[in-house]
């Protein structure tokens, strides 16, 4: 098989029969546009929810290579996260004429309208849910984590202790306090929005860090 590790790593794809690749790499045009040309009998997209927003450049460059496919699969634990209007871009690359325009399915499914206010047109809401219900089992497979629950393996925790530079330990520490002074006296905050912006901005600081240090 083909691992796609970055956008000149294409010299297997003519010849691979599997070749796996990321959404950010389809962003790049050269590749997804090399690929699209390949053509393949099969496309897996996994988390296929990220497919949610039909204007987006990892929808515009995967829609076109699902749809070349002769056949697709798109594996989602949650594929509309919100509103029926996330699932037009996944329907539409598996049925497009089945599932028609954006504007026939927003006024159908989404309660799409024209909004005066704003001038756009607003796809937010619902409408006709049990008929959208009863058309997605044609194309969708439910399986419920109940039900497929005594195929997995039991769930293994284990604590590995990562040893840290003594210069980036201080600093985390240093964070550490910060964090828990924060949350401790959150209520007590002049600004309790500069409080919670902090608070944010110090945890996604230290998730960022241990992740680091987990792949040093």
Not at 101 to 124: E, H, I, L, M, Q
Not at 159 to 169: A, D, G, M, T, Y
Not at 189 to 215: F, H, M, N
Request: net charge positive.
């Amino acid at each position: 098989f083909n691992l796609i590790r970055h956008g000149k790593d294409i010299d297997l794809l003519e010849s691979a029969s599997v070749t796996i690749i990321t959404y950010g790499l389809l962003l790049q045009k050269d590749l997804s546009q090399r690929i699209a040309a390949r053509g393949f009998n099969t496309v897996i997209v996994d988390e296929s929810h990220y497919l949610k927003n039909r204007k987006a450049k990892r929808t515009k460059s995967l829609l076109p290579i699902i749809q070349r496919s002769r056949r697709a699969f798109l594996l989602s634990g949650t594929p509309a996260l919100a509103r029926p209007v996330e699932l037009f871009p996944q329907l539409s690359a598996l049925h497009p004429k089945k599932w028609g325009s954006f504007s026939s399915f927003t006024k159908r499914y989404c309660n799409g309208f024209f909004n005066p206010r704003f001038r756009v047109w607003d796809a937010n809401g619902a409408s006709n849910l049990d008929e959208l219900h009863k058309k997605l089992r044609g194309v969708m497979i439910r399986r419920l984590k109940a039900k497929v629950l005594t195929e997995l393996p039991e769930k293994r925790r284990q604590k590995v202790i990562i040893k840290l530079p003594e210069k980036k330990e201080k600093e985390i520490n240093i964070q550490m306090k910060e964090l828990y002074s924060l949350c401790r006296n959150e209520g007590e905050a002049k600004d309790p929005w500069e409080c919670k912006g902090r608070i944010y901005s110090l945890c996604t600081g230290l998730y960022q860090t241990c992740g680091l240090a987990k792949v040093a």
